[in-house]
């Protein structure tokens, strides 16, 4: 649930003019094909237009054992796309004069570090200052087990303040787990039941809701890893996300809540507009996708093996979804090739090339890394015969040789390019350059 450097949503490309064009997804369909015959990506996508469906297809399996393959209305957890549902609510709780964007937080949660100067809308545009819950050290130890409300607040507040609140934007899962319980206490019902009274039903979602614990007989998906084939991997507890990461559905249900959200048809045009202000690149709940020179919105999800994107572009209707229960590509790549196969756009199907090494062979790109354009070192390291990077207080990620001192990390667009006898190394990804040199 939550994105960094590698996992990041921007689909940075050339600012050129493009037209839609007579769209022809023979060649999406051959992407996805693709991947999913080098075992690259499990899930699903849809692109609409308008309300009206163009494409949608589903690929890989929805599980394992036994084998069971997806269909286009087989659900997935959605991870932080949940956050847009939820600023929805709290915008229509604005509307109906229960909440304020500049009210303070501390009649709700007085143990909260700094409650008296956090507002409504620092939580909505993560510049609350409260420690991301989920980027505690023991986390994954207990993310599988069911928190209370009053379990989740004193974890919350335990982790104290970061930052003075407002003085810059910090993403925070904490923030959005505190707006559920302030929905809750607003309307007198549960998130789960503000999500299907507010916004499933008014606009007719079939496949969309606030999930529990995964059941492959309601057309739910696990999610899985993959190490020499998939691997199921453990469940969140969606106890613990709630609005910031609960919500299960489908591509296709995805861009008709998008495109009722942009239509005006969830809250008024007016909240929207406050929504999309972007301030140190967070709006709230929502971010802003630029492809070529068109300027869309939506948000990115990540919860266990889950992933997801959903994006709108307001000038031509045209919202896209994808949801994913497994992936070693990146999905960056996928909606790419989805946006350009809508606006007649040129984009590659890969061939997943690999070339085999030793692991001798790696030992002269070891090392720690750094650049003057960024300030975040990678370290790199090996597990046998795989190289593996680890960015400053991320997680690792295994690599796939490609080509003569070149390697690549394909789920998240990651290209590395060592130079052995300068001891230097290049960063390509999203469109981004960046030289390395080893200390």
Request: proline share 5%; glycine share 8%.
């Amino acid at each position: 649930m939550k994105p960094n450097l590698f996992t990041c949503f921007l689909l940075a490309l050339t600012s050129l003019c493009i037209y839609a064009q007579n769209p022809d997804y023979t060649k999406l369909d051959s992407l996805l094909n693709s991947l999913e015959a080098n075992n690259r990506f499990m899930g699903s996508l849809a692109l609409s237009q308008n309300g009206k469906l163009l494409y949608t297809k589903a690929i890989g399996y929805a599980a394992m054992a036994p084998e069971k393959k997806p269909t286009v209305a087989t659900k997935y957890r959605i991870g932080s796309i949940t956050k847009m549902f939820t600023s929805a609510l709290v915008f229509k709780a604005i509307e109906n004069d229960k909440l304020k964007l500049d009210e303070t937080i501390e009649t709700y949660f007085p143990e909260i570090e700094n409650a008296d100067k956090i507002t409504i809308g620092n939580l909505l545009n993560h510049r609350s200052g409260i420690f991301n819950f989920t980027s505690r050290e023991d986390y994954k130890e207990w993310d599988t087990q069911a928190k209370t409300r009053d379990e989740l607040v004193q974890i919350i507040a335990k982790g104290g303040s970061i930052f003075d609140p407002n003085s810059k934007a910090e993403y925070s899962n904490s923030n959005y787990v505190l707006l559920t319980f302030i929905l809750e206490d607003t309307f007198g019902i549960p998130y789960s039941e503000l999500v299907r009274r507010k916004i499933i039903e008014p606009i007719g979602l079939r496949n969309t809701y606030v999930g529990g614990k995964t059941d492959i007989t309601k057309n739910e998906a696990y999610s899985f890893s993959y190490s020499e084939g998939w691997q199921k991997m453990s469940e969140t507890d969606l106890s613990i996300p709630l609005g910031a990461g609960a919500i299960v559905s489908t591509p296709s249900d995805l861009t008709i809540f998008i495109d009722a959200l942009f239509k005006g048809q969830l809250i008024s045009q007016e909240s929207l507009s406050t929504m999309k202000t972007i301030s140190d690149n967070y709006g709230m709940g929502i971010f802003q996708v630029p492809f070529y020179d068109k300027i869309g919105f939506g948000h990115n999800g990540g919860i266990d093996g889950f992933t997801s994107v959903l994006a709108y572009f307001p000038e031509d209707y045209l919202a896209v979804a994808l949801t994913s229960n497994g992936t070693r590509y990146s999905n960056n790549d996928i909606i790419i090739a989805a946006l350009s196969s809508y606006y007649g756009k040129p984009f590659e199907i890969p061939t997943f090339k690999t070339i085999p090494v030793t692991s001798e062979d790696l030992d002269p790109y070891l090392g720690v890394y750094s650049s003057l354009q960024i300030a975040l070192k990678i370290t790199i390291t090996k597990d046998e015969n795989t190289l593996i990077g680890q960015a400053t207080g991320q997680p690792s990620f295994p690599m796939e040789a490609v080509d003569r001192d070149v390697f690549e990390f394909k789920p998240a667009g990651v290209r590395l390019q060592f130079d052995p006898v300068e001891n230097s190394m290049t960063l390509k990804q999203g469109g981004g350059v960046f030289k390395y040199t080893k200390e």
